[in-house]
């Protein structure tokens, strides 16, 4: 089944501690991206990657790194997790090019006291 | 930049009745514009998509029409059901090469929809 998974799905941990979310497609896609979800503030981008080795940031960056050593994975790396990075996140990817839609993992509910 | 402006919510309605939620956008060439839902719980799924003028996307009931003249992508369903219920996201793909931003979504702040039987 072509899909999009994350892990792990919950996650409650405290400010300081490094941690790492896990993104992997199975759908051969070029193209990934990282997003969190805000209450009244809709998603917004974090960090995408047009093919390996090739990253860049998005709209809210700071406090993430990600690296793409492979095609299939994308992980999102948060070194420091402060409480103001408590929020859903959700990898996505699709193949290049505007017309095509992007595929979204399940979902990280990531609390950080 | 880019932009998309989606119409707050909440929005309530009672089951089969006509469903609009306005979507306008902001855009220097020529995006592909989307329809996203994201049902409780759940990731966001495609709902519905066009990619040039005059286009009309069209899924499980629910259309849109890509405006260029009046920048528009408004979503529509002549009757609601209460599996409808969810969070709606207008959204557009930058075109190729704008900014060096590729292909990234471009998202309104959503629209949550709630149908009563």
């Known amino acids: 089944e072509a899909q999009v998974t994350q892990n792990p799905r919950y996650l409650i941990t405290v400010t300081g501690k490094k941690l790492t979310v896990t993104c992997s497609q199975n759908?051969?896609?070029?193209?990934m991206s990282w997003y969190r979800q805000d209450p009244g503030l809709g998603l917004r981008q974090i960090y995408y990657s047009m093919n390996v080795e090739v990253t860049d940031k998005g709209d809210v960056p700071e406090g993430y790194k990600v690296s793409r050593k492979e095609k299939r994975n994308f992980p999102l790396i948060l070194e420091s997790p402060s409480p103001n990075q408590t929020s859903l996140y959700f990898c996505a990817s699709s193949f290049a090019g505007t017309n095509n839609e992007q595929f979204f993992g399940p979902g990280t509910r990531l609390t950080v006291l | 930049g880019n932009s998309v402006t989606q119409m707050e919510g909440p929005v309530t309605l009672s089951e089969e009745a006509f469903l609009t939620i306005n979507c306008t956008y902001t855009?220097?060439?020529?995006?592909?514009l989307f329809w996203y839902v994201q049902y409780p719980g759940e990731g966001l799924q495609l709902l519905l998509k066009a990619t040039k003028a005059d286009d009309k996307g069209s899924n499980k009931g629910f259309e849109a029409t890509y405006r260029k003249e009046t920048t528009s992508f408004h979503l529509e369903k002549g009757s609601v059901q209460v599996s409808d219920s969810a969070v709606y996201f207008c959204?557009?793909?930058?075109?190729?090469?704008?900014?060096?931003?590729?292909?990234?979504?471009?998202f309104g702040k959503g629209t949550k929809l709630s149908v009563k039987p």
């Open positions: 855009a220097t060439g020529y995006p592909s």
């Open positions: 959204a557009l793909r930058d075109p190729m090469n704008y900014g060096g931003s590729q292909g990234n979504l471009i």
């Open positions: 759908m051969n896609h070029e193209y």
